[in-house]
Every structure is written in structure tokens, then in C-alpha cells.
């Protein structure tokens, strides 16, 4: 590929990545809606809902993951032809941010918090689901 083709490639995975950021966000508010709204049903229902719920989320994280990794795969091989001098545009980026091309680009030290974050999501989507008791006391 040239490095072209690999800009426009990245530049597409960026925003696919903004992109399930925010159905990521919308999934949650939906999942407390329906969470609400389902809260009279019998529990088999719900447990249904909640395991359909934390499935979504764990095919999310994966999806988000891979779009992430395949980003880091595309910007270490720019990286690389611009250490080769194949790919000018990348160079001059480097240069302007202090950069040194053919250096790898590792992803960020808080990354592996990001699973803790996702098993907490679906403790607490099942939790809204099964156990959650909607129901409030007017004093």
C-alpha cells in the first residue's frame, strides 16, 4: 500500500472509532431504558435481556479493540516507511512532532483499565436487569 492509501485508511478508522465511542454511549442509555421499562416481566425475560445486553457490550469492546489495533498496525507501519523515506508526508509529521520515525507507537499505560471498565459495564447492566428494584417510596 502506499502511504496514502494507509492516511486514508486511518483517517476511516479514526472515525469508525468515534463512531462506536458514541453508539457506546448511546448502548448504555438504551440498556437502562429497557432495563426500566421491562421491569415488571418475569425474571427469564429479563435475564434474557441482560445476557443480550452484556453480549453487546463484550462484541462492542472487541469491535472497538480491533479498530484500535488495526489504527496502532497502520500508524507503526507509516511510521516505518517514513524511517525508510517512503512515505514523505509521515516524515514531515514526525519532524513536526518530535517523532522519530520507525520508532513503534505503543498504545497508552491506562489501556488495560479500559477491560475493568467493561467488566464493571456489564456487572452493571445485569445488575439494572435482574436485580435493580425500580420501584421508589413517596414520603
Do not use: C, H
Not at 14 to 23: D, E, H, V
Not at 80 to 101: C, H, I, K, R, Y
Not at 108 to 124: D, E, G, H, K
Amino acid at each position: 500500500m502506499t502511504e496514502a492509501e494507509i492516511l486514508n485508511v486511518a483517517a476511516q478508522n479514526r472515525a469508525a472509532y468515534i463512531n462506536l465511542g458514541i453508539s457506546f454511549f448511546l448502548m448504555n442509555i438504551l440498556f437502562v431504558l429497557t432495563a426500566f421499562l421491562i421491569r415488571n416481566f418475569p425474571i427469564y425475560i429479563r435475564g434474557g435481556f441482560a445476557a443480550l445486553s452484556v453480549f453487546g457490550i463484550f462484541m462492542t469492546f472487541m469491535t472497538y479493540t480491533a479498530n484500535q489495533g488495526f489504527f496502532l498496525l497502520a500508524v507503526n507501519e507509516l511510521s516505518q516507511m517514513a524511517a525508510n523515506g517512503v512515505a514523505p508526508t509521515m516524515l514531515s509529521f514526525a519532524e513536526a512532532s518530535d517523532f522519530t520515525p520507525g520508532d513503534k507507537i505503543e498504545p497508552p499505560i491506562w489501556s488495560p483499565l479500559v477491560i475493568l471498565a467493561t467488566l464493571a459495564q456489564a456487572a452493571l447492566t445485569v445488575y439494572l436487569f435482574m436485580i435493580n428494584r425500580w420501584e421508589t417510596k413517596n414520603d
